[in-house]
């Protein structure tokens, strides 16, 4: 049973550019969640997809928008990226809107210099 | 105020003794509770999720509830060296899949 994929592992991007992360959910689960966990810091959400359609955003501003696909995997992009930026980006699936437990996919390590 | 605190730590406990890690939430609505555990450089796996008053036992792990006093608790029973890491208290709003919200976490180091 595969978990929660993400790639890549590790990227390095300069300030103002745009990045993309990818997440392929737990098989059988259809709803993706994406964190921005900074170095010792709890992971904060950015927002939330289900049935394609952003259903809940935390505080982060437009330049992080989101996709999900119809197989259920879904993309994070930045644009005009921040040294700010750099953190551990999570992505965690979970089995619909009556599951409550999410799981973590390894996470994507973005550096911005 | 933050919404969920912890104890940042370094929290030590000898080898074969019970860990004790506390949590408190601000949002009394809060319904589903959750702890993650985190190795370093990796990311969080959920080890238990409680969601009503009381105790719930998995293993040598048992979490605790108490609405009225907006606390949550793991306690870690003959604690091991690989129990070492940080622990992340997450709380969220319903009983729904909505948002988590975490805490900052308590490092735990396990003596040999």
């Known amino acids: 049973d595969a978990g929660v994929t993400q790639s890549p592992t590790h990227l390095i991007k300069t300030r103002g550019q745009q990045v993309t992360l990818r997440c392929s959910p737990k098989?059988?689960?259809?709803?993706v969640s994406w964190y921005q966990q900074a170095l010792g810091q709890g992971p904060q959400f950015i927002f939330q997809?289900?049935?394609?359609?952003?259903?809940q955003r935390g505080n982060f501003p437009d330049r992080f928008s989101g996709h999900q696909f119809p197989n259920y995997s879904s993309e994070l992009n930045v644009n005009a990226l921040l040294l700010g930026d750099s953190a551990l980006y999570l992505c965690?699936?979970?089995?619909?809107?009556?599951?409550?437990?999410?799981?973590f996919g390894p996470g994507t390590r973005l550096t911005v210099t | 105020q933050k919404e969920v605190e912890q104890n940042s730590g370094p929290l030590s406990v000898p080898e074969g003794a019970i860990a004790s890690l506390n949590c408190t939430y601000s949002?009394?609505?809060?319904?589903?509770f959750f702890w993650y555990r985190q190795y370093s450089g990796k990311s969080p796996e959920l080890i238990m999720s409680?969601?009503?008053?009381g105790d719930k036992e998995d293993g040598r792990f048992t979490a605790q509830l108490n609405k009225a006093s907006q606390y949550v608790s793991l306690l870690i029973r003959d604690s091991q060296p690989s129990d070492s890491a940080t622990y992340l208290c997450?709380?969220?709003?319903?009983?729904?899949?909505?948002?988590?919200?975490f805490g900052t976490g308590t490092r735990l180091t396990i003596i040999p």
């Open positions: 965690a699936s979970s089995a619909g809107l009556e599951s409550y437990e999410q799981y």
């Open positions: 098989s059988g689960h259809d709803t």
């Open positions: 997809y289900y049935e394609e359609e952003e259903r």
């Open positions: 949002d009394r609505g809060s319904q589903s």
């Open positions: 409680i969601y009503s008053n």
């Open positions: 997450a709380v969220s709003s319903d009983f729904g899949n909505e948002k988590l919200t």
